[in-house]
């Protein structure tokens, strides 16, 4: 029996890769992900989580889950320590699997049964085994020596190892619903997040009932008072009165308080949703060049605060109150009969301007924001390139264009306030003469005997409580066209197309090899105009390198930009491993193409901040490695803050050359298995050109490149040489043959 044990332990060492790391090497792709600061059982066990979620059918690549373990590791021994990232446990396993969108947890069990399985079993010496099932007296357990992947080990084998922890995952309903529900038309993106809010709006709708039926207190109030009291002179009734009018008063304050606390629960959380979902949508966006301006995204996301001030309590609190204005006119019908016939005229008439000027608010709230993000972009241009409209004279051009936009801006919004002005005036002054009126038909009804005098005084209370709901409304309603105009502003981000588009399913690819297919493709970044990139077919060998050359606007970024998958092709097709590129997975996609581009962009925070973008470095000593491979090793070790070094706001900090240097520090860190080169060493001196060029004879080994450049030193790291005109393949051969070519040709040229 102990041999069976043993030989149980091995499998399951084997199968989480504990001790030896028996697992298949190429199970993971060569990712940055994967360091050898990884934690030790990490890529074993992101197998192992991998092997557990796909038995609940959710296909998740054990790269994307190593990259969440990690993560989890990383934040959770940070949060205690600050130190590095500390062994992988059961519970950030189980929060990796939540992530996954299971609904998952560690559970101590005394008794094995069937039931508990399939889940992952921590044994006594802290390794995880995948426990598939259980019959009778035998265990199976995933094991990837097997040919089936099943051993069968019997309970008392497993019993005396086991610690009496599980990690149990279930498939949640959220995640059944996106697999099997029919697919319906997608929720709006804004009202759905008040949808899920429902419940707080019943629980408001009845605070509003309760406090609008104790709001009648006061009229009923005056009219005992008026009808009864006075005529008896009965002082104890009018006490009694008062006392439970001012009662009636304390607990319509105390449910409107707590309406208000809970509308402005609810609000905030629609505002984190909506907020959250629109960063999703942002940073999710397919790029769109030419069809999409980022001043209008700008803008857009900016807008959100009025969206945010509209939907506060008090508006909320206004439209629960609408429908009480009925409960309040029955009220006044039964009071004062016919006399409701004002009131109902009244009310009418204070809202109908409201609706009918919604088009021409709607028209200057759009000509206002237009101008106010025209604005908003001659500022961050004016700021940010500075120096450029110093040196190049622009100071005038601008200051004109911003004073035209201020003063159209500026009349613009006026024309917006005075109308809206306009509509509260006139909705306190209808509500004004209504009150009048009800009392002038009153005291009529008074001098024929049909009314008396203390039901006056309650329809005139009540006129006013019925219709100070309409007066909030109409400048609600006032104020609605700015809103409208913001949410569709912001419809532009939320339906914008995304590089994972919800609702397909993509193919994940643990390992991509780089083998590049281009079918009959061809790129507009203008529908309507020519066409930028036209390739009929082309074939590029997995782990070969290819330079890109060609005049300045011959199409060698927008090329190398649709290789990488940053754009999509307006026609054909490009297939990677022949896999067309739309249908990897983004994820694997990112993790194995990397792409360097002509301006390497840097983000404000620090230099360790943007080179660990990813966040799943922790180890210094890897920075530094990738900051040595790109030249940069011995100015930041030499500089006083290191990899703390500040970015500043914009991402200036570092001269331009620096800035590609970490652009090639965050490849090395990717580690990807295709690269995709923009001019990768224009700004760089040349001799850490020669240098890196050097490096590079080794670091692009098995790697498939292609590489855009006008540079020689980076040629010779090429086979194969492309030449792009207008968009076409002019030439494609072997470097050494098309260069031969090209210097015959300028001599030819030469006079
Ligand atoms: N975002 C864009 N929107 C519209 N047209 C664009 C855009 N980017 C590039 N173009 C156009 O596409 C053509 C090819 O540009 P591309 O940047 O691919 O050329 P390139 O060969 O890389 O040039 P360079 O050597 O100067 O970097 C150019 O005519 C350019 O005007």
Not at 377 to 382: G, N, Q
Request: glycine fraction near 8%.
């Amino acid at each position: 029996m102990a041999d069976r044990v043993i030989a149980f332990d091995i499998n399951a060492a084997r199968v989480s890769g504990a001790a030896d790391g028996a697992l298949p090497k190429q199970k993971l792709p060569p990712s940055g992900t994967d360091t050898p600061r990884t934690p030790p059982r990490a890529r074993a066990r992101a197998e192992l989580a991998a092997a557990y979620a796909g038995l609940l059918g959710a296909q998740v690549p054990a790269a994307d889950i190593l990259e969440q373990m990690l993560l989890a590791v990383g934040e959770a021994t940070a949060a205690v320590t600050g130190a590095p990232a500390a062994d992988v446990q059961p519970d950030h396993v189980a929060a990796v699997l939540r992530v996954a969108g299971m609904t998952a947890g560690v559970e101590e069990i005394d008794r094995l049964s069937p039931g508990q399985w399939p889940a992952l079993a921590q044994m006594t010496s802290g390794q995880l085994v995948l426990v598939l099932g259980q019959e009778g007296g035998t265990l199976f357990i995933y094991d990837t020596t097997c040919a089936d992947r099943r051993a069968e080990v019997p309970l008392e084998d497993f019993a005396p190892f086991f610690s009496g922890r599980i990690i149990r995952a279930r498939t949640s309903l959220r995640q059944l619903e996106a697999r099997h529900a029919p697919e319906t038309a997608p929720e709006h993106w804004f009202w759905s997040a008040f949808r899920a809010q429902r419940m707080a709006f019943v629980e408001v709708a009845v605070g509003s009932l309760f406090a609008n039926i104790l709001a009648v207190s006061v009229a009923m109030f005056s009219m005992q008072v008026y009808d009864r009291v006075i005529p008896h002179k009965s002082e104890s009734t009018l006490w009694v009165l008062a006392l439970g009018a001012i009662l009636a008063l304390a607990l319509e304050m105390a449910l409107k308080l707590a309406r208000s606390g809970l509308m402005d629960l609810a609000g905030r959380k629609i505002e984190l949703t909506v907020q959250s979902l629109l960063m999703d949508r942002l940073l999710g966006m397919k790029a769109a060049p030419g069809r999409r301006s980022p001043s209008q995204l700008f803008s857009a996301m900016r807008e959100f605060s009025s969206v945010r001030e509209f939907f506060t309590a008090s508006t909320i609190g206004t439209i629960a109150d609408i429908p009480f204005i009925f409960i309040f006119l029955a009220l006044v019908a039964s009071i004062g009969g016919n006399l409701v016939w004002v009131l109902a005229l009244g009310a009418v008439l204070m809202v109908v301007p409201g609706f009918l000027m919604q088009g021409k608010m709607m028209k200057i709230t759009k000509s206002t924001q237009g101008a106010s993000a025209r604005a908003a972009k001659l500022l961050h241009e004016a700021i940010y390139e500075h120096e450029t409209v110093a040196t190049q004279r622009g100071a005038d051009r601008f200051k004109r264009v911003w004073e035209e936009l201020t003063t159209l801006s500026a009349v613009k919004s006026s024309e917006s306030r005075k109308l809206s002005s306009a509509l509260t005036y006139w909705a306190q002054m209808v509500q004004q003469a209504t009150y009048v009126s009800a009392v002038v038909v009153g005291t009529y009804m008074v001098f024929e005997g049909e009314f008396t005098v203390g039901a006056i005084i309650a329809i005139g209370i009540l006129t006013s409580r019925t219709l100070a709901p309409l007066t909030q409304l109409a400048g609600t309603l006032a104020r609605w066209a700015n809103v409208k105009a913001a949410l569709d502003g912001l419809d532009q981000i939320a339906g914008a197309d995304q590089v994972h588009a919800g609702g397909r399913s993509y193919l994940r690819a643990e390992a991509i090899e780089g083998e590049y297919e281009l079918r009959g493709l061809d790129f507009k970044y203008d529908p309507e105009g020519a066409r930028t990139v036209d390739i009929a077919a082309l074939r590029i060998p997995s782990g070969q390198r290819v330079a890109v050359l060609g005049a300045n606007g011959s199409g060698k970024s927008t090329l190398l930009k649709l290789l990488a998958g940053i754009y999509e092709p307006s026609a054909g097709r490009i297939l990677l491993d022949g896999v067309d590129i739309g249908q990897l997975h983004p994820r694997d996609l990112r993790r194995a193409v990397g792409y360097l581009s002509q301006d390497v962009r840097l983000f404000s925070g620090t230099l360790r901040d943007n080179l660990n973008l990813t966040q799943l470095e922790r180890d210094e000593e890897r920075l530094y490695k990738a900051l040595d491979f790109a030249g940069l090793g011995p100015f930041l070790r030499a500089h006083p803050r290191g990899l703390d070094l500040e970015i500043r706001d914009g991402g200036e900090g570092l001269s331009v050359g620096q800035r590609q240097s970490i652009g090639w520090a965050r490849l090395w860190l990717q580690d990807p298995s295709v690269v995709i080169l923009d001019e990768p060493t224009a700004a760089l001196d040349t001799t850490l050109e020669t240098t890196l060029v050097s490096r590079l004879e080794t670091w692009l080994d098995g790697r498939t490149a292609v590489i855009a450049t006008h540079r020689v030193p980076i040629l010779a790291l090429t086979a194969r040489t492309l030449i792009l005109q207008n968009g076409r393949m002019a030439v494609d051969g072997p470097r050494d043959a098309v260069l031969a070519h090209l210097n015959k040709a300028k001599s030819g040229a030469a006079p």
